[in-house]
Every structure is written in C-alpha cells, then in structure tokens.
C-alpha cells in the first residue's frame, strides 16, 4: 500500500512536470499539433495541461495581487492615520488643517481605486471656519452589478474644529 502512495504521488509529479514543459513549448510559439509528439501525449491532454496551467497561473497571480493590496492598503492607512495626527497638531492654523485633510481625501481615493470602489465624482470637501464637510456623492455603479442606489444620493459628514488644550 505505502508502494501506491508512492506510486501516485510520483505521477502527479511527472504530470505537473509534463504540465509545466507543455506550457513552456506553448509560450515558445508550438502549437498544440506540434507539442503532442515532442512530450509524447494527445493533442486533448497538452490543451488540457495548457488549461491546467493556466488555471493555476491566475490563482498563483490573484493570491500574490491580493497580498500586495492588503501591504498597499496597510501603507495607505498609515498614512491617513499621520495626516489625522497633523490635523490634530495644526489646532490654530487652518491652512496646516486643510493640507491634512487634502491629504486624506487623496489617500482615500487611492484606497478606493486599489480596491476598485471608485466612484464617478469624487467627493467635494467645504471648510469654513468652524466646521470641515464631506460630501460624497454616491453615483450608480461603474461595473453594472448593483443598482439599489439612486443616482445623486449624497451623505454629508461634519468634522468640528478641534478645541485648543
């Protein structure tokens, strides 16, 4: 039995392998017609182990684009974690505040980009002297899925002025 276990998993070696020689061939320029002889198979198996590959190329690739997105996002609310801190330290000085919040407004955006929720108008931002506003518009989906939210729907969020210590 410990003879079969072997025996399996040294054809699942050969196969991956054969696999990854067959892919090799195809990205040279072969054809599939070509290939078949040279790795001593049918033309169905090297157009299923070029399927196979593939497969696996675009799971190996949407695993390693979600590990970057997640150290991208990490980086980006770093960021907005520090500009928070500047706003907080500005107290007085509006010009100091209104960079701060420049800044989180872009590193939002970016955020939103990198994880492909962005919106058709970005968000406006009124300072007066009291008070910053957000308005963000929420405008119908870019990709067609989901339509429950009506166009020119917009949310208002007041951030006061921070108090002097």
Do not use: Y
């Not at 931002?125 to 020119?152: E, K, Y």
């Amino acid at each position: 039995m410990a003879d079969l276990g072997r025996t399996a998993c040294g054809v699942r070696e050969q196969r991956a392998e054969r696999r990854a020689r067959v892919f090799k061939l195809r990205t040279g320029g072969l054809s599939i017609r070509d290939i078949a002889p040279v790795v001593g198979t049918s033309r169905s198996t090297v157009a299923a182990d070029i399927r196979d590959e593939l497969k696996l190329l675009a799971r190996e690739t949407h695993e390693s684009a979600d590990q970057l997105r997640a150290i991208q996002h990490a980086r980006l609310e770093r960021l907005v974690a520090e500009a928070f801190s500047v706003i907080a330290r500005a107290k007085d000085n509006d010009d100091m505040r209104l960079r701060g919040i420049e800044s989180i407004r872009r590193t939002c955006e970016t955020i939103a980009r990198l994880f492909g929720l962005n919106v058709e108008q970005p968000p406006t931002v009124n300072l007066d002297a009291r008070s910053v506003t957000f308005v963000i518009s929420q405008a119908a989906p870019t990709n067609g899925t989901d339509h429950s939210q009506p166009d020119g729907h917009a949310e208002t969020v007041a951030v006061p002025q921070l108090q002097s210590a």
